[in-house]
């Protein structure tokens, strides 16, 4: 393979050229354009004419290089009958809400037929059921069972929130062994962090009595490139190389002008005039003969020169960041420029510019790993991968289980890649394509999304469905789903509670300023059962802010991310972002960022051009990966989720669930009108001449007004 035919894999197919999944959505619509009709009711909600839903524990074999959207043989009246009960259950959830962005038709359900008639009847259940027995002290499900017993060479099982992921893996593992269709030496787990493979490699030995390996990807990698090249390879983490980089990129200001002209030509107007305004240039000698570091002159006023500094450090993080990808694909800055001048479109000069910048950080952090003969944490995977392809290193595992499949980078699904091909084996994948929010950290959703095109190769792909959560009622699964649901290019799913709870799910806080809204969180706090459980999230680490700037004096106690309510000191509380709560559960959370704005929720802040181009390609639907956010953040809870809102400034998310999802928790609450041309909050504002307007508050990248009146 060349290094061109590399950038393709690792980048996905042209990003001018549609995905798998795009082209079949295509298809689709001109298979349906005189089948979709918009149904009367909130938000215009637009649906097929007949659109079954995946309902519980269906599995069926999906051809490895299209989605074939009818159901086949006998199983297609019983997903038929499901999916009609799944929509009568969970009302609302099963309508798709893409009508006003313009996407794609709802894609097509997944599933066919039932548990038993997926397991091959109900008396291959029943065996099943004995010969694994309970796991963890419970019964595995119909639906965990089918996955089991109906896995087949290419298995992905899509499972919502608290419907037993880790325990379908275990239940596998222990099948497996039971049956003797492996030994333990022949089974490898794989996860994301350490914590998550630990936790499952005990619970794996608690359940079998066998050590079966479960392990990183990271460590894995580690691991087949010391047994493939040298024996004791140094790991340079990413403390080192956040050093290495600084260190470069400090001393070329210091003693290159031309670096420090270019450091500044890449930040703001008004930043930029300030340092022009300046007598002589940054990075020049200080009084006491010392060089300073700073992107500003230290002739610069003190506030001006900070602001410099400030954004001398974004660059250098965007640096960081640009080369991590790059050792991740295994990209030189001759393959970054050309791709930049391949598919950099109208960034193409801003990147020239930020490549310029990192050419020699990067080769100042490739002399240091040369020098030590380290691996960094950023390539390790794409020279495991590299090894396996060389013949380097060989395996014995007959069956593979990934879970968390939903956090797949194209590097580590080349590694995987490299090692069925070298010695293939059985694939068996767990994870819910609603709670994929990695995509900064290089994740594609579309590994999950065309699952069977990625691994076409190897056969059919049999999917199947964990759809009873234990977590939450159906109040919260109807809520969240409905919302998370309006993207159609997320495989449908309808969930239902394993038992019936009572009361809302869904809480608004509101409050005229951010006193009154902290206060506000206090008064619940003190009316919540002893001994909850609480999470306090946010879409920024900047968020708990809100809380702890404005509640009284004394009122919290910090202790890292642990925080101790004065009042109330039975409360397990905990502040912690989305992303880091993902795969955690508490009774009851608070989500604190709900307004709009740049650095609101949805978040708007724009990624470095450069970053963009090494991440996988974005979704056409408006703010995907930020639903799924909060739809992972509406899901932490076991009892219920309280969105904290300023009214004069509420984000486009809460705006919908007040106007579709859950209108009856925002009785009482009376938010600001609505931009109609792009969807933020109206303000009135006072223009020239003292005439009173009103405007959107995402001016100015919004420009609509009216008269005050109107």
């Known amino acids: 393979m060349t290094w061109i035919d590399r950038l393709f894999w690792l980048f996905g197919e042209d990003q001018d050229q549609p995905s798998p999944s795009e082209r079949r959505a295509a298809e689709r619509r001109k298979q349906t354009s005189g089948g979709m009709k918009r149904t009367p009711g909130r ?40 999916g009609n009960r799944a929509e009568n259950r969970t009302g609302k959830q099963g309508k798709a809400e893409a009508a006003d962005s313009g996407a794609s038709p709802r894609r097509q359900p997944v599933s066919a037929c039932t548990p038993a008639e997926a397991a091959g009847g ?67 787990v794989l996860s994301f962090t350490r914590a998550s493979a630990e936790e499952m490699g005990e619970r794996i030995r608690n359940q079998t009595g066998q050590r079966v390996r479960a392990t990183t990807f990271h460590a894995l990698g580690l691991d087949i490139c010391r047994r493939s090249g040298a024996a004791r390879r140094d790991v340079v983490d990413e403390t080192t190389m956040g050093r290495v980089i600084r260190d470069a990129f400090d001393g070329r200001r210091r003693t290159d002008p031309r670096y420090r002209a270019l450091v500044v030509s890449m930040m703001p107007s ?43 450090g974004r660059l250098l993080e965007s640096a960081r960041t640009v080369i991590a990808h790059m050792r991740a694909r295994d990209l030189d800055v001759a393959a970054l420029r050309a791709l930049n001048e391949e598919r950099g479109g109208m960034d193409k000069g801003r990147n020239r510019d930020m490549i310029a910048l990192i050419e020699p950080l990067y080769d100042a952090y490739m002399r240091h790993l040369r020098d030590v003969g380290g691996i960094d944490f950023a390539g390790m995977i794409g020279e495991a991968a590299a090894a396996v392809r060389a013949g380097r290193f060989d395996h014995g595992w007959k069956y593979v289980l990934i879970d968390e499949y939903q956090d797949m980078s194209r590097p580590r699904c080349a590694l995987i890649r490299a090692l069925r091909e070298r010695r293939g084996f059985a694939l068996f994948a767990v994870g819910d394509d609603w709670q994929s929010i990695y995509r900064f950290a290089g ?73 009154a809204r902290c206060e506000a969180v206090l008064d619940r706090l003190r009316r919540l059962p002893r001994r909850s459980s609480v999470m306090m999230l946010g879409r920024y680490r900047a968020d708990l802010d809100q809380l702890t700037r404005h509640a009284p004096a004394g009122a919290f106690v910090t202790d890292g991310d642990r925080l101790t309510f004065a009042e109330r000191p039975d409360l397990a509380i905990s502040f912690m972002t989305i992303h880091r709560s993902k795969g955690l559960q508490c009774d009851v959370a608070f989500l604190l960022s709900c307004a709009g704005g740049v650095r609101g929720f949805p978040g708007a802040v724009r990624e470095e051009p450069l970053v963009g181009l090494l991440l996988p390609q974005a979704e056409a ?31 486009r998310f809460v705006y919908e669930l007040r106007e579709r999802v859950c209108p009856t928790a925002f009785r009482g609450v009376k938010l600001a009108d609505r931009c109609p041309s792009c969807g933020e909050a109206l303000a009135e504002r006072a223009g020239s001449g003292g005439r009173r307007f009103v405007g959107c508050t995402a001016w100015p990248a919004c420009t609509f007004t009216r008269d005050a009146g109107e």
């Not at 019964?139 to 298995?155: K, M």
């Not at 005039?273 to 990075?283: E, L, N, Q, R």
């Not at 060089?291 to 500003?296: L, V």
């Not at 930020?626 to 969105?643: G, Q």
Request: with cysteine; net charge neutral; charged share 20%.
């Open 270 to 312: 008004g930043v930029r005039d300030a340092c022009a305004d300046t007598a002589t240039g940054a990075g020049a000698p200080t009084d006491g003969g010392v060089e300073s570091s700073s992107a500003a002159s230290p002739a610069m006023p003190s506030a001006a020169s900070r602001t410099a500094e400030a954004y001398a």
């Open 43 to 82: 938000g215009g909600e637009r649906t097929a004419d007949r659109s079954p839903g995946l309902s519980s524990g269906r599995g069926t074999d999906r051809p490895s290089a299209r989605r074939s959207d009818d159901a086949t043989g006998h199983a297609g009246h019983h997903a038929d009958r499901a």
């Open 621 to 651: 639907y408006p703010y995907a990966e930020e639903r799924r956010l909060c739809y992972v953040a509406m899901t932490r809870c076991r009892r219920r989720v309280f969105l904290v809102v300023d009214p004069a400034r509420p984000s």
């Open 122 to 188: 109900e008396a291959a259940l029943a065996r099943a059921r004995d010969i694994i027995g309970p796991v963890e002290g419970h019964e595995l499900s119909d639906e965990q069972l089918a996955a089991i017993v109906g896995a087949g060479h290419n298995t992905l099982v899509l499972a919502g929130a608290g419907t037993g992921k880790t325990t379908t893996i275990n239940g596998y593992v222990a099948w497996l062994l039971a049956t003797w269709r492996a030994r333990p030496d022949e089974i490898l």
């Open 443 to 515: 994740s594609d959703i579309r590994l999950i999304l065309d699952f069977d095109h990625v691994w076409g190769a190897w056969g059919p792909t049999r999917t199947f469905l964990l759809t009873v959560t234990r977590r939450f009622g159906q109040a919260l699964i109807d809520a969240s789903g409905s919302f998370v649901m309006a993207d159609p290019s997320l495989n449908v799913k309808h969930l239902q509670a394993a038992a019936v709870t009572r009361g809302p799910a869904v809480g608004v806080i509101a409050g005229d300023d951010a006193r």
